[in-house]
């Protein structure tokens, strides 16, 4: 083989491994994580305060201390809210009742499972208890 069909050879070759690791990279079956992924927390939040009042309201989230706290009609869920693909944050859909990471079209169900897109494993779910207007989340 002469060294310009050798260039050209090695360059198309560089070229399909490229593409493939591109692929593999956004691969579920590339991944070593399915353990649920999320920070550890314990907090409460006191709905009668305006920061948080938004939660009384049935299809209404909020974000503290990198959880999402989901008003599911009198239920409340809370959730990592980082996609464990690549860390982008999180936003409930009310009229889809799913989570969606905006940057690689990931999908989560309202328990954190993967139902779509490349995340590796599923959201974090925390423990959500309330006491009149207070709700503790932790886990």
Excluded: W
């Excluded at 050209?8 to 493939?20: D, E, F, R, T």
């Excluded at 920061?51 to 909020?62: C, F, K, Q, Y």
């Amino acid at each position: 083989m002469d060294r310009r069909n050798f260039l050209k050879a090695s360059c198309a070759l560089s070229g399909i491994a490229g593409v493939v690791a591109i692929l593999e990279s956004c691969s579920k079956n590339n991944s070593t994580q399915t353990t649920p992924q999320g920070p550890s927390v314990n907090f409460t939040l006191d709905l009668s305060q305006p920061a948080n009042s938004a939660l009384n309201t049935s299809g209404n989230s909020g974000v503290t201390q990198g959880v999402l706290v989901i008003n599911t009609g009198g239920t409340f869920i809370a959730l990592a809210d980082t996609c464990t693909h690549a860390g982008c944050g999180v936003a409930y859909s009310a009229s889809s009742n799913n989570l969606v990471c905006p940057c690689h079209g990931g999908t989560f169900d309202i328990n954190g499972n993967v139902t779509g897109g490349p995340p590796p494993s599923p959201l974090k779910k925390y423990t959500v208890t309330r006491s009149g207007n207070t709700l503790t989340v932790s886990g």
